[in-house]
């Protein structure tokens, strides 16, 4: 099985105290971004998949939360890393999603009991991090007119008036910004 395998695969990662840094952005300009991770992912370009969600992921879109702990779990154009991967996961299981909690509980089950205090530091830091209160990111679900289906969708805070508003998108930290320069460099 793929996830054993990755178990082999730990990091340690520290606590940050740095303040977040947020930019403005297009609500077109945000689900863009979220679009071509996802797209850059299915077409099996992994460092733009991993680019692109790492951002969103940043900016505390539950999605891409999950879709790059997936890459990191399966080594899916990425180094294999479960300890990266459950914190991508707790971060957006946050929402209370079922897909969320269960990746991150059958994770939790197959993880050593050596490694599941770095799991849980590292959770930690992704919610505190990357989750809603830290992000701005407000959930409701939606339904389309005439539909039972109902999703949760998450967005930033607004800011501006009527034609001008924009999404404050919350910024990666110290620790993703270093990984995002080291993908830029890659090309």
Same mark, same amino acid.
């Given at each position: 099985?793929?996830?054993?395998?990755? +178990?082999?695969?730990?990091?340690?990662?520290?606590?940050?105290?740095?303040?977040?840094?947020?930019?403005?952005?297009?609500?077109?300009?945000?689900?863009?971004?979220?679009?071509?991770? %996802?797209?850059?992912?299915?077409?099996?370009?992994?460092?733009?998949?991993?680019?692109?969600?790492?951002?969103?992921?940043?900016?505390?879109?539950?999605?891409?939360?999950?879709?790059?702990?997936?890459?990191? &779990?399966?080594?899916?154009?990425?180094?294999?890393?479960?300890?990266?991967?459950?914190?991508?996961?707790?971060?957006?299981?946050?929402?209370?999603?079922?897909?969320? +909690?269960?990746?991150?509980?059958?994770?939790?089950?197959?993880?050593?009991?050596?490694?599941?205090? &770095?799991?849980?530091?590292?959770?930690?830091?992704?919610?505190?991090?990357?989750? &809603?209160?830290?992000?701005?990111?407000?959930?409701?679900?939606?339904?389309?007119?005439?539909?039972?289906?109902?999703?949760?969708?998450?967005?930033?805070?607004?800011?501006?008036?009527?034609?001008?508003?924009?999404?404050?998108? %919350?910024?990666?930290?110290?620790?993703?910004?270093?990984?995002?320069?080291? &993908?830029?460099?890659?090309?």
């Amino acid at each position: 099985m793929v996830a054993m395998s990755v +178990l082999l695969a730990v990091s340690q990662t520290g606590a940050t105290t740095e303040a977040p840094r947020f930019e403005r952005m297009t609500q077109s300009e945000y689900f863009l971004m979220i679009r071509d991770g %996802h797209l850059a992912w299915e077409r099996g370009d992994g460092a733009g998949a991993e680019r692109q969600l790492l951002r969103a992921a940043c900016a505390g879109d539950k999605d891409s939360q999950f879709l790059l702990g997936t890459m990191y &779990l399966n080594g899916e154009g990425v180094t294999p890393d479960a300890i990266r991967a459950f914190g991508w996961y707790a971060a957006a299981a946050e929402v209370g999603d079922a897909r969320y +909690l269960r990746a991150r509980d059958t994770l939790a089950a197959l993880l050593p009991p050596d490694a599941r205090d &770095l799991a849980d530091g590292e959770a930690r830091r992704k919610v505190e991090s990357y989750g &809603l209160e830290a992000t701005g990111q407000t959930c409701q679900m939606e339904s389309i007119t005439g539909s039972k289906i109902r999703n949760r969708v998450c967005r930033p805070r607004l800011t501006g008036a009527n034609q001008g508003r924009q999404f404050l998108v %919350h910024q990666c930290r110290t620790q993703e910004t270093q990984r995002l320069a080291a &993908l830029a460099a890659r090309g």
